[in-house]
Each structure stands twice: as structure tokens, then as C-alpha cells.
């Protein structure tokens, strides 16, 4: 099939956001029917279809999500309502909007990288936590397990008085 | 302009502690948050408020709480109910700010009630948790609430304030985010920008608005 002449394409724009908490892993196709619900839910199917949402990729803390130009602003009034993905708590911070994927990952290459897990852990409570520390003070806490983890975000202070 | 979250819940009613909540806003680019049952303190260039949350069905309880609960330099944030508790409890000098209009019955929150908010300095609190988290006709039941409520600030120019009745950084958002929300039920930006900034004249009435000519 002959590819369509590029005049005639539909332009795209690109979402960049942030997942939180930083540790977690998402698989892009739930983060889409999340996006997707998220989207419908709010702006009905007639705008869903002309926006076109579409994952590119959601890895290192960070999703690229494309949708038609003219629709960035819907799609990021959406994405603030995203509260989870498969029933994982979570929340996408839209950073940036641009027309090329290229410019997105020169900015997520330029960001600190997700910090690793204390491989110690943590015991709150009778429960095991994987700390991850990043930035000067803030602290996550995510339960080790696979379903209903419980979140607990504090700060090194904060810790130090547990 | 001094932007604020007019209500979050750190631990223990949430799952954050209050300094992360504290430099959490900090990031999102708030210059203070109202903590309900926090301290009145300022953390990572934050100023925090303490709130205090009364829900009550009744005049004199909502009084005997104010006396009992609240201090200096603190918030009072009451529940609405029934309407002639919510014109009652806005004529109550001590109280700051009326919310969950969305859960109170239909019109309880009238064109009388809104008057007096205006002639009070009352503002009227738009809660954006229920609009992330619910989904169809509860959503746009609340909705439907803010839409009206707006058209009465439009007529009556009471104070607004817009919180995200967070419980987690998770349920935070920043000022754009909170902008963009609002428009979904027709909020215009200045207008966000006014409740964003309403806390702040709350504290200060007197530097409210200056008319130059």
C-alpha cells in the first residue's frame, strides 16, 4: 500500500508526564484503557475518536502519549484524572507537549533517573515496604507485593521520627 | 499573588505526612496549604495553615466546636447542610470558609445564602476530589452543583476557594492542573486565579481591592 503523502496526514502532538509514585512499573497498555476511560468519561466518545489517544511508550517514570493536534488540552485535562491504573494507585503530571517523540526523550533523558530501592526495606507496622529515596528529603514507600499495596510517601525527617 | 490548596489531609487521616505534603506543593508551585488538623507552621517555603474541619447538622454544635477546637491564626471550615443551617452558620464570625455544597441537599446553598456569604466574606469551597474521582451522573451531579454555584458568584461575587480535599500527594494538583479542571465546569482562569488566591484575603480582608482613578 502506497503511504499516504505527508500533507495529508493528520498532525499528532506528543504529551510527555510524569508517573508517581516513581518506583512503579506500568504496563502502557492498561495506562492507555485508563487514558482512554479517563478521556471518554469526561468528553464522551465523539471527542475520543477525533483525539486519538495513543501510548507511545511508559518506561523510567515516564509516559509519551500522542493525540491529534488541537486536542492536547483536553487530552491533559484527562490525564490529571487518571487516579490508577489497574487498580494500582498512581498519577500522570503532564511536563510538556511537542511535535516530535525525539524532543520528549531528549527530556527524559536529561531528567535523574528513578533511584533504585533500598534493598533493605523497610518493616512499618508488621508490613515490608521498598523505600525509594529521591531528592534531597522525599521517601516512598511501596508495600512488596503484587495487589492493594499500601502507599505511604514521607520525608527523610519523617522517617528518622518513625 | 499567594496561591493555596484550601484543604488536604495528612497522616494520619491520609497517607502522607504533612512535610511531604508541605514540599509536594512546594513543587506544584502553591505558596501555602490549608491542613486540616495540621499546625500552623511553614515548611520547604510553605506556609501551613491549620484547618478546622467542622460537620455538624446544628447551629449550637457548629458554635460549642469553634470553641472548643479552634485557635488563633487557624481556619474554620465548615459542612454545609440544610439551608437555613448554611444561612445561620455563614452569619457565625468565626467561620472561614462553607463547603461540600455538592453533598448537601438540592439548592440548599440559594441566592440568599449567597448574598450573605458576599456580605460576609464567606467564600464557598469547590472540592475538585469528587470530580477526579467519581464517574458519570455522580460526576455530573457535582458538576451540575458547580456550574450553579458559579453562576451565583457571578451575580453575587462571594469568595471562592478551590481545594483538593487531598489525602495523598497522590490527589494533589498543581495551580494549571486545578485551572484546567475548573474550566470543565466552566470556571473562567481569572476566576481560578481569584480562588486560588481567596485564603490569603480571607486572612487580610483589608487588602482586598483598592479602586485607582
Known amino acids: 500500500m502506497k503511504p499516504r503523502p505527508p500533507t495529508m496526514r493528520e498532525k499528532k502532538r506528543y504529551l510527555l508526564a510524569r508517573i508517581e509514585p516513581r518506583g512503579l512499573q506500568v504496563d502502557p497498555k492498561e495506562l492507555y484503557y485508563a487514558v482512554l476511560e479517563s478521556l471518554t468519561s469526561l468528553y464522551g466518545d465523539s471527542v475520543s ?29 484527562a490525564l490529571t484524572m487518571v487516579t490508577g ?3 494500582v494507585r498512581l498519577v500522570l503530571r503532564s511536563c510538556a507537549t511537542s511535535g516530535t517523540i525525539h524532543s520528549l526523550k531528549t ?10 530501592p533500598d534493598p533493605a526495606g523497610l518493616e512499618i507496622g508488621g508490613k515490608c515496604f ?8 522525599k521517601v516512598d514507600l511501596i508495600e512488596k507485593g503484587f495487589k492493594n499495596q499500601e502507599l505511604l510517601f514521607l520525608t527523610q525527617t519523617d522517617l528518622e521520627e518513625f | 499573588m499567594i496561591t493555596t490548596d484550601a484543604a488536604v489531609h495528612p497522616y494520619p487521616a491520609g497517607d502522607s505526612s504533612l512535610r ?3 514540599s509536594e506543593a512546594h513543587e506544584l508551585g502553591f505558596d501555602s496549604i490549608v491542613a486540616i488538623d495540621g499546625q500552623n507552621t511553614e515548611m520547604y517555603g510553605v506556609r501551613v495553615i491549620r484547618g478546622v ?24 471550615i465548615v459542612n454545609a447542610g440544610e439551608t437555613a443551617f448554611n444561612r445561620s ?48 451522573p455522580s460526576r455530573q451531579r457535582v458538576l451540575q452543583k458547580y456550574r450553579d454555584i458559579i453562576r451565583l458568584h457571578t451575580r453575587y461575587r462571594f469568595p471562592l476557594t478551590v481545594s483538593s480535599n487531598a489525602y495523598s500527594v497522590l490527589d494533589m494538583r498543581s495551580p494549571d492542573e486545578m485551572k484546567s479542571i475548573c474550566r470543565v465546569f466552566g470556571m473562567s482562569g481569572q476566576d481560578v486565579d481569584d480562588a486560588l488566591s481567596a485564603i490569603s484575603r480571607l486572612f487580610n480582608p483589608g487588602s482586598a481591592v483598592k479602586v485607582v482613578r
Open chain 1, 49 to 77: 475518536s477525533q483525539a486519538q489517544p495513543a501510548v507511545i511508550s511508559a518506561a523510567g517514570g515516564y509516559a509519551i502519549i500522542r493525540c491529534t493536534r488541537g486536542y492536547e488540552d483536553l487530552l491533559r485535562t
Open chain 1, 85 to 87: 491504573v489497574n487498580e
Open chain 1, 130 to 137: 521498598d523505600a525509594y529515596h529521591y531528592g534531597s528529603e
Open chain 2, 89 to 136: 452558620v455563614i452569619a457565625v464570625k468565626e467561620v472561614g470558609i462553607l463547603r461540600h455544597i455538592h453533598k448537601a441537599p438540592k439548592n440548599s446553598f440559594d441566592h440568599v445564602a449567597a448574598r450573605l456569604a458576599s456580605e460576609r466574606g464567606v467564600a464557598i469551597d469547590l472540592d475538585l476530589h469528587p470530580v477526579i474521582h467519581m464517574k458519570g
Open chain 2, 53 to 76: 474541619l467542622i460537620s455538624e447538622n446544628q447551629l449550637k454544635n457548629v458554635i460549642g466546636q469553634v470553641r472548643r477546637r479552634s485557635g488563633k491564626g487557624d481556619l474554620v
Open chain 1, 107 to 116: 527530556r527524559i533523558a536529561a531528567a535523574p533517573s528513578i533511584p533504585a
Open chain 2, 20 to 22: 511531604r505534603m508541605a
